[in-house]
Nanobody, 128 residues
């Protein structure tokens, strides 16, 4: 069973940057597309970014395009989310997950309801 542990969250001012990390265990990391999601209270979890198994192909939600970058290190079983030019509306708990049914980012990769197991997430707060 694949397990994930997210880290790197914190509090920053608008315009600041953070780098989130997600370590994956219990599976074959290099075989999976990976995705980041975020959630704020009273709202559904939403897709943020996804990356293919090779790290060559990425996909981003419109609100983060040009500001966030997803990457992965298959030797370390780790996926990253570099977040630049942060805005107050980026405030959320961020989660990662492994899309074990696909090596590339497909529509299902972006659907949080398709995942069964979640980590504890890492909280990001952007405020002046």
């Amino acid at each position: 069973q694949v397990q994930v542990v997210e880290s790197g969250g914190g509090s920053v001012q608008p315009g600041g940057a953070l780098r989130l990390s997600c370590v994956v265990s219990g599976g074959t990391f290099g075989n999976y597309a990976m995705a980041w999601f975020r959630q704020v209270p009273a709202k559904e979890r939403e897709f943020v970014a996804g990356i293919s198994w090779t790290g060559v192909s990425m996909s981003y939600a419109d609100p983060v395009k040009g500001r966030f970058t997803i990457s992965r290190d298959n030797a370390k079983n780790t996926v990253y989310l570099q977040m630049n030019s942060l805005k107050p509306e980026d405030t959320a708990v961020y989660y990662c997950n492994a899309h074990i049914r696909s090596r590339i980012v497909i529509p299902e990769t972006k659907q949080p309801e398709k995942y069964n197991n979640w980590g504890q997430g890492t909280r990001v707060t952007v405020s002046a």
